[in-house]
């Protein structure tokens, strides 16, 4: 059974940064047919997906627009854990944020249990 | 980015009725890559439904997905009192990967 377990600070200060953790369990985070993804949940925005990195030998990252130039996921395989760094936050990245595995075909099939990120 | 509106916005039903949720794609989805995810309040969505129509693994039965191209459908056979919760759909056909605003299912 894969389990995703989420850790992290839950308030952070405007312009610093946050950080959050994802331990994988059940599965390698070097498997060539999942990907690794962090998405977030606001009553504003709903669920938007911020990125995903995978490894296809070499190691891919890819981001969604809207935080592009602020966000870096990074894979740490001796931990089997992944990553998520955002920079310059504002009140508007107040959120819920989910990691979450996809399969090979997209859909996202296993999720962490959440952390409520406040900026204030 | 695919924009999916979701439909009815809220509905309300009694254990044992039927429910149907729309969710419709401002363009084709490719390969009907279309999943359907259950959120409870304080708990992270559930996959249900990927490819539009296939089960997720330890989903009941009563829950069935259909559509293809732009138009999708979620539909629960007998509403069960755990079925009550907010449900989304997601396209991952097309980068970057979208979600609907999802619709509440009240008792």
């Known amino acids: 059974q894969i389990q995703l377990q989420q850790s992290g600070p ?27 993804n962090w998405i977030r949940q606001s009553p504003s925005r709903g669920l938007e997906w911020l990125g995903r990195t995978y490894y296809r030998s070499p190691w891919y990252t890819d981001y969604a627009v809207s935080v592009r ?19 310059s936050v504002t009140p508007e990245d107040t959120a819920m944020y989910y990691c979450a595995r996809a399969d090979g075909w997209g859909d996202f099939d296993s999720w962490g249990q959440g952390t409520l990120v406040t900026v204030s | 980015e695919i924009v999916l509106t979701q439909s009815p916005g809220t509905l309300s039903l009694s254990p044992g009725e039927r429910a149907t949720l729309s969710c419709r794609a401002g363009q084709s989805v490719n390969n009907n890559y279309l999943a359907w995810y259950q959120q409870r309040p304080g708990q992270a969505p559930r996959l249900l439904i990927y490819g539009a129509s296939n089960r997720a693994t330890g989903i009941p039965d009563r829950f069935s997905g259909s559509g293809s191209g732009t138009d999708f459908t979620l539909t629960i056979g007998r509403l069960e009192p755990e079925d009550f919760a907010i449900y989304f759909c997601h396209q991952y056909g097309n980068s970057p990967a979208s979600f609907g605003l999802g619709t509440k299912l009240e008792i």
């Open chain 1, 69 to 87: 130039g602020r966000i870096t996921i990074n894979p740490d395989t001796a931990k089997n854990q992944f990553s998520l760094h955002l920079t």
């Open chain 1, 10 to 36: 839950g308030l952070v200060q405007p312009s610093q940064t946050l950080s959050l953790i994802c331990a994988v369990s059940g599965d390698s985070l070097s498997s060539t047919s999942a990907t690794w």
